[in-house]
């Protein structure tokens, strides 16, 4: 399969309406989860017993089920010995991925990399370049086994109802019938790979816009798509959020309602609007003290409703500094009105709206604009004009703002907080040092900004 055909394939009324909507659906019980387990021996080697061989030439395709989707064949290395899954390996000097039709759901994926002969380093993205494993290294001769926890999912909330996509996500990997993972970094070399589908992990959903999307194409990014690498493998997030969405629009389209259709007791969902609610020329626009606060306490009384928790996130604010190099607020009362509900509702707030300020001014209005999708001509293929957004995040910036998010629950969510991992203390006022960042880059690029600034 060519990888490119693969890869880009009045408030109260409304409030009445869509409870009503949510209500009735509250009847409908989701299809029981059904136990499946694959296992994936990678090379050319004996074959471990109970698993299936994955040559490096193997492609995708629907017949098989499952391969690779590059755009040249794989290496298949045989080292010899007598561990058949760490014997053999598949590599490549450029990111691949390998995919595999699977049912809605969870899964645990434990992936196996090494070799006898060399080092190696991985960078493991799932789905639309969702952050999983950063820099994994193994010395000449060591192995490691990384498990990783993917939330697999449709638009399909019943036999008969759908998330309204827009067109635009008809050809994103989040939504597709397959678990999609890109192996990227300098060397990755895969063994095997081993796919449970789990129904006990704790879920965390995420509800928001542009800045908390997993952006499918490279230059884009946003902290949802970079927050599942600070998690341990009993959690799960299931990134929900929309380029150009604020409350109504979120419900309306039926995303509130499919996260209501897989919430469990005990999972979360972050709800992180503000950037569209404010928009007044737009139909899901809502005064910030009656409209926005009525939206979030909707949200809030349906998440409680299903035993889970809600955590509210104020915007993170755009780049735009005043003649002192400080930050403009251009969202208004908004964030305010969100504080408000929080403490009406008592419910966890992450203020990233302060936070997102500490750290842009921190690095100044030169060199916060590493942290936006900042770019000359010719940065990637393809882009013949410059780059210039104050509004959606680099990878780098998304990961900044993952950091926060991460103090965000440690500080107001710690029944969250003790499934993070290697989450040293971030403080905005001392960002990471770009130059010490490093992001293999995905191979699909989009030089047009994502709906919503």
Known sequence: MNIGVFLLRSTCLFIACVTLELLSYAAITPRPDRTLCLKFDMGSGKVEIGYIQVLGNMMYTEQRGYGFVSREPLQD????????????????????????????????????????????????????????????????????????????????????????????????????????????????????????????????????????????????AAWGQMIPRFFNSQVVIANFAESGEALKSFVAERRLMKIMSLIRPGDYVFVAFGHNDQKSAGSAYVEPFSGYKEMLKLFINEIRAKEAFPVLLTSVHRRKFDEKGKIINTHGDYPEAMRQVAQEENAPLIDLHEMSAVLYEALGVDASKKLFVHYPANSFPGQDTELKDDSHHSPYGAYELAKCVTEGIKANVPGLARYLVDTPTFNPVRPDPVEDWYWPVSPVFETIKPEGH
């Not at 990111?95 to 645990?108: I, R, W």
């Not at 006990?200 to 995420?206: A, E, G, P, Q, R």
Request: glycine share 4%; net charge positive; charged share 30%.
């Open 77 to 220: 290395i045989d080292r010899g010995g007598k561990d058949r899954l760490r014997r053999d390996f598949c590599t490549s000097h450029k990111a691949f991925y390998f995919v595999v039709d699977l049912p809605e759901g969870n899964y645990k994926i434990n992936i196996i990399s090494g070799d006898r002969k060399g080092e190696t380093k991985s960078t493991i993205k799932a789905e639309s370049r969702r952050l999983m494993l950063e820099n994994i290294m193994t010395a000449r001769g060591e192995f490691q086994t990384s498990t990783i926890m993917i939330n697999v999912r449709t638009p399909r909330i019943h036999d008969t109802t759908f998330i309204r996509l827009k067109p635009r996500e008809l050809n994103y990997l989040n939504w597709d019938d397959k678990l999609t993972l890109e192996f990227n970094n300098l060397r990755p070399c895969v063994n095997a790979i081993e796919i449970t589908k789990v129904d006990s992990v704790k879920t965390v959903f995420l509800a928001g816009n542009s800045t908390v999307t997993d952006q499918e194409k490279e230059p884009w």
